[in-house]
Every structure is written in structure tokens, then in C-alpha cells.
């Protein structure tokens, strides 16, 4: 049986191990690893959108589609090795600030000057000085940095002057802010999202919250509010267009927050400026024609095209009977803006106002001289002679084409969100204070040599410039009443 | 109409004369002839200035709502890189001439782009989704940390191409690969907080203003994330693990590839949903 490490060893060894999780070595690889991963994550189509398999093998050939679909490169953000390298990134992070904030607060706290290293990376001025006591010299140092607005820290060598100590914390702030956002990203998962389809015919309803289980196994037919406390009502919407009158300038939603059927907000929410009540945000997500919903008034007309044989009205996937015929007529779809496709498929633009109104017709059955009828037609509202099939048995003219509309509202509770937001800006904090705030920092010290007695001033890099350093020098001298000044720049 | 494309022609230009004017002093070897060059760059960014806000005021909004807004605002920012960098004594302009040179070019460059037929400087009326202040706060502290990264490509490119590998070769040698390191450690120190609160942080609000969710994966969101990473990664093996020369050059040359590519290269890589900038 193995004995026992003593106590040192253990803590050494755990010690390391400590050391090496928060260490720098290991915050480069595992940035440039989330760099890589996410790279290929944003070139290879994500997941819910990925392609079907067989676009993605013909896309990539057999080999990348085997690395694609074993590595989840198709869905790199959600996979185990993904998530896994942030949490270790995090635990990186976590580790390094831990060992970086305690040092900088006990060197805070101690008046410690900042790393040594920093100190040369600034400019140095020496200065000759007249042979004054020793105390009167470092009196008159102190008054000038105190003028100066320096924090004076004496020191038996030296005496140094700190502006803006406290954002030798800065770094630290910056790592603590990316914690807190990765921290809002974590309670994502406790994310909720779901999607009111308000139909033109349901405005003014109330949208109450969902029924136990209801919405979740599909039994509810009219919109409903899940995880709601509170009821919802649509009174309006709609949009509104450009001078160009083409160009939508704003889609939006009156709304009426309901408790306990007592009205207590009214608003209106548009694309940029939701509502939130109560935790849940709503906002603005899509408008447009309910095509579905749209209903017709045709004349159809015999093959000469001059008489007219029936005037029928139907809504989509509605079916009727010509009159002196056994031929029935099926509006089959309603198109507001009817645009072709690359194919020559016939697709619903999404457009403000119906720009192209037509209708696709299915007729089937046996005409009034007893041929067999069965094809499709398409026919447009504002170009009545033009049909997709130009020789048909019954013309059909569109006489009223209407198409009513609807309008999407996301509804989301993302108790993430207010944490990540809180995370971002102690981040931006952080990055203000170590990139434009740097602590300045003076070190003033009396030196004697055979030459003489100098003034030696050395500023860190936060210090301006060189002509900062010799100003306060010579500000020095001048408390001292000499002016004689050479430099080691 | 076609609000300041007149000024941002004359501030092309400008930035071509200050281009060539710097190349002109690389090649005949006269420092004096770098440091005129600052002022047509100077002229070209007054002139330029004054047209976005002819054009912010006649849009009502920051004019960086369509691509070629975006790039004339690229180009702009491009030149702030370029004088402040001058302004703030981190580069004197007789010194170092390949990068002034190297980042008037890209500006000129960038609005000669931007006036081709390929894109319309007509005033275009804004759709919902970009009419928010969160945009404007977004694109532009954006692209001027971009700018900033451009000084770090053009004075990391040069140190690459200058030093051959072999850094330590003569003082003065030395000397200029030592000041182009600065210049370029400088510039990613001023860049990286604009870009870091505008991309991320400002993007993300704007997100979830618009969109209800503040990350999604989305194309460009995934290499901006990507970009910022790299920067990161420049400041922390400068800063703490002590490299210098060609291997931070190298990462700063990747970071402004990728912050081009996630400006101009996803969206015809894959749309998403800024597939309208």
C-alpha cells in the first residue's frame, strides 16, 4: 500500500496544478481553440438551418462530411467540446483574476509601487540640485507633487507620487466583467421564448395565459401568453411606409396589458422599442398578409370569354360548383405580391402593401359540352386578361381580392440578459481605466555621485510625456531655487 | 439625391495626394515630403467630416446604414487612425513613412471602392430594424476601433517586410522596427476598447432591442467574436508573455484580415441577419 503524500507536497502539487489552470499559457491555447471553433462554426451552416445530409455531403465531399457531422461542426455552439473549452476558459479566467486581485489589492492596500518592469518604460529626466539638507530637499519634492495632485508615497530612497492608483485594478475589472457576461450566458439556459400570431380578425381580443399543459400539447387554437401572470391584448397594428410609399419606415403593435381583466399599461411596441412587463419583453417581429385567410370574388367566364357564367366567392382551399357544369373551381392560394422564383416558382414577396395580387385556381370535372376539365390557373388581380394557361376552358377574372394581415410579437424572459448587460459594462469600465486611464506614476529620488547631487525623476508610461517629467522636475528645481538642468532622457 | 459624395470624392483624393506624397518620400528618401503629406490627408478628413454631416442631417441618422455609407465611414475612420495616432505623439509623420503611406492608401482606396458603380451614394430610406441610436453607437465605435487596427496592419506589414526575419540587425535597423512595434501595440491599445464596446457590447444591445436575444451565432456576430479574440490574444502575449516583432506583427495582420473579412467577407459567405451592411 502507497503512503500518504505529506501535507507540503500535496498542497505543492495542488498548488501547480492551480497555477497552471490560471495561467497565461493556457489562456492562449484555449483563445486561440475558441477562436478556431467558433471560426468554423461561422463558416459551416449552423444548426437549426443546417442543410438536410445530403446537401451537406454533396457541399463538402465524403471526408469533410464524416469530420463535419462527428465533430457537430454543424452545430459547433451547443456541442459538448464547445461549451467544455469555455467553461475551462472560465475557470481559467476565474483562477488568474483570484491570484491577480489579491496581489493588486495587497499592493494597494501596502502603497507598493506598481511592477518594476513598468518603471523604465517611461521617460527619466536627472536633474543637478543644489547641496541643500536632505529634508528640505524631499519637504520640497512632496509640496510639488501634493500640486501636482499626486498621492505622496515616502519611502527612505525615494519619494513617489501615484495619480489614479486605483486602476492598477483594471485589468482585473476586465477579466471580472467577461466572468459576469459568460455568468448572464450561463442563466440563458433559463431562457423563454415564444411567438403570438395576431391575425387582422383577432385584434382586440384578449390573449390570456395559456391553460396548464394547453399550449405545450398543442389544444389550444387561439393565441396564448405561456408562462404569463398577466393577459395581452392587440388593439391595432400595422405599418408605416416612406414617402416612397414602398419602403417600410416602422411595423407596430398597439397593446393593452391586462391583470386580472383591469387594464394596467398601454403601449405601443415597434421594431427597436419593445415592451417588458413583469420580466417578459415583447417585441415586434413580423407583419404581412395572411395570404391563408384571404378570400375572392371571381367571374367566370365561358371559353369565348365574353359571357359570364357565375360570380363565386371563396376563401382559400374553398371549393365551388360553375353553374351548368359539373366542374368544380378550388382556390387553391392567394398571393399579396406574387413574385416568380429562380425556377419559375411562383413565391409570396414580403411587401408593405399588395403590390401583385393573384390567385391560383384548381378546376376539375366535366364541362358544359361534356370534355374532361382538370388544370390549374393563375390569375392576377391587376392584369385581368392574363392567365397562366392562355386557352382554358373558363376564364377567370379576379373582381375583389382580400387579403387580410397579421403581425408576429416574440415574447421572450431572458433572466440572463440584465447579468450579461451588467457584465459588459464593468467590462467597458475596465477597459476605460487600463487602456486610457493608466495610474501615472513618479518616482523622485536625490542621488549623489563625484559629479554632484542630482535629482533623478523617472515616470512610469502612464506619465504623458517626457516634457510632463521635466515640468515637474523643474517645478522641483524651482521650489529649490536652481535652474540648472541637464537630462539622461 | 446624393448628400456629401461630392466632399468624400475631394477627401479621396486628398487621401491619394497624402499617399503619394509618402511614397514619394520613401523613394527619393526626403522625410520633408512625408510630413507635407499630412496635410492633404489633414484637408481630405475636414472635407470628408463636413460631408457626413451634410448627410447625417439630410438622413436624420449616422449615415452607416447601407454598404456604401459603410465604407465611406470606413475610410473616414481610416484617416482618424492616421492623425491620431499622429495627434497623440505616438508617431512622428517625417518617421515611418510606409505607414502613413500604407494607411492614407487604404483610405483612398476605400472611398474610390465606395464611389464605384458597384454601389449608389443615393440617400436610401431606413428600415425598421436600422433605425435605432444603439446602431449608430454600434457601427461607429465599430469601425473606429477598425481604424485603429489598420495602423496596427500597415506598421505590423511593414515590420514583417522590413525585418526579413532577422530583427536585430543594426541600431538603426532595430531602432525602426522597435518604434513600428510600439506604433502598433499603440494602436491596438486605442482601437481595442472602441471596438470591443461598440461590436460587442453595443451590438448586443442593439440585438436585443431589435431581435429580442443579445447573441444568436449569427455569421458576422461569430467572426467579430473571432476578430475580438485575436486582439485579445495580441495584447495578452505582449503584455504578459513578452513577444515582440514579427509574432505579434503576425497576429495583428491576422486581426485586420479577419475584422476586413467580418466587414466585407461573410455576407457572401452566408446571410444572415446583417446581411443589409
Known sequence: MQSRLPRTETASRFGGVARFLGS????VVLLVLIAVAAAIGGVVPQAPTTPGAETLYHSYGAFWYRVITRLAFDDVFHSPWFLALIAALALNLSLCTIRRLAASV????????????????????????????????????????????????????????????????????????????????????????????????????????????????????????????????VDDFGVEVHPDGLTPKSYWSDVTILEDTREVRTARISVNRPLTHRGISFYQMTYGYDSGAARVRL???????????????????????????????????????????EGGEPFDRPTT????????????????????????????????????????SYPIRLLEVEIPTRVGIRYVI???????????????????????????????????????????????????????????????????????????? | MAEGSGLFTVAGVGYACGAFLHLLSALLRRAGLSRVATAPVAAGFVAQTAGFVLRGLALGTLPVTNTYETLVFYGWVFALGYLAMLLLGRWKAGRLRGVGGGVAAFAAATIALAS??????????????????????????????????????????????????????????????????DLAYRAVAVGFPFFTVGGLFFGAVWAKHAWGRYWGWDPKETFMLVTWLVYVLYLHVRLRRGWRGRRTAWIAVLGFFLALFTFAGVNFLVRGLHSYS
Open chain 1, 24 to 27: 497565461i499559457r493556457l489562456a
Open chain 2, 116 to 181: 464605384s458603380p458597384l454601389y449608389s451614394p443615393e440617400l436610401q430610406p431606413l428600415v425598421p430594424a436600422l433605425r435605432s441610436h444603439w446602431l449608430i453607437l454600434h457601427v461607429s465605435f465599430t469601425l473606429v476601433g477598425e481604424g485603429f487596427f489598420l495602423v496596427a496592419f500597415v506598421a505590423s506589414a511593414v515590420t514583417l517586410f522590413r525585418s526579413g526575419g532577422r530583427i536585430s540587425q543594426g541600431k538603426a535597423r532595430s531602432d525602426v522596427l522597435e518604434r513600428l512595434d
Open chain 1, 106 to 233: 495587497r499592493g494597494l492596500m501596502r502603497g507598493a509601487s506598481p511592477a518594476a518592469g513598468r518603471r523604465h518604460e517611461g521617460a527619466g529626466i536627472r536633474l543637478a540640485i543644489p547641496g541643500q539638507g536632505a529634508e528640505d530637499v524631499r519637504s520640497a519634492i512632496a509640496a510639488v507633487l501634493e500640486l501636482r495632485r499626486f498621492r505622496v508615497i515616502r519611502r527612505d530612497d525615494a519619494l513617489v507620487g501615484e495619480r489614479r492608483r486605483l486602476t492598477r485594478l483594471a485589468a482585473d475589472v476586465i477579466h471580472l466583467g467577461v466572468l459576469v457576461v459568460l455568468a448572464g450566458a450561463l442563466l440563458g439556459i433559463l431562457r423563454f421564448e415564444g411567438m403570438l400570431v395576431v391575425h387582422e380578425r383577432q385584434r382586440g381580443e384578449i390573449i390570456a395565459p395559456c391553460a396548464f399543459g394547453a399550449a405545450a400539447l398543442g389544444q389550444s387554437s387561439s393565441p396564448c401568453l405561456e408562462r404569463g401572470t398577466f393577459s395581452l391584448r
Open chain 1, 414 to 489: 431572458s433572466p440572463g440578459y440584465p447579468v450579461a448587460w451588467a457584465g459588459f459594462a464593468v467590462l467597458s469600465l475596465g477597459l476605460v481605466g487600463s487602456f486610457y486611464l493608466r495610474p501615472v506614476w513618479i518616482d523622485v529620488r536625490v542621488t549623489e555621485d563625484d559629479t554632484g547631487r542630482w535629482l533623478d525623476v523617472r515616470a512610469d508610461d502612464g506619465a504623458r510625456s517626457k516634457r510632463d517629467v521635466l515640468g515637474i522636475a523643474q517645478q522641483i528645481l524651482a521650489a529649490l531655487g536652481d535652474r540648472e538642468v541637464s537630462s539622461d532622457g
Open chain 1, 353 to 392: 402593401t399588395a403590390e401583385n395580387p393573384a390567385a391560383l385556381f384548381q378546376l376539375v370535372g366535366t364541362d358544359a359540352l361534356g370534355e374532361e376539365v382538370a388544370y390549374h390557373d393563375l390569375v392576377f388581380g391587376r392584369f385581368p386578361d392574363t392567365h397562366l394557361n392562355p386557352d382554358v
Open chain 1, 299 to 341: 367571374a367566370v367566364r365561358d371559353r369565348t370569354g365574353d359571357a359570364s357564367v357565375a360570380e363565386v366567392d371563396l376563401g382559400v382551399g374553398e371549393t365551388a360548383p360553375i353553374p351548368g357544369s359539373s366542374v368544380w373551381i378550388t382556390l387553391a392560394r392567394v398571393f399579396a405580391s406574387l413574385g416568380v422564383g
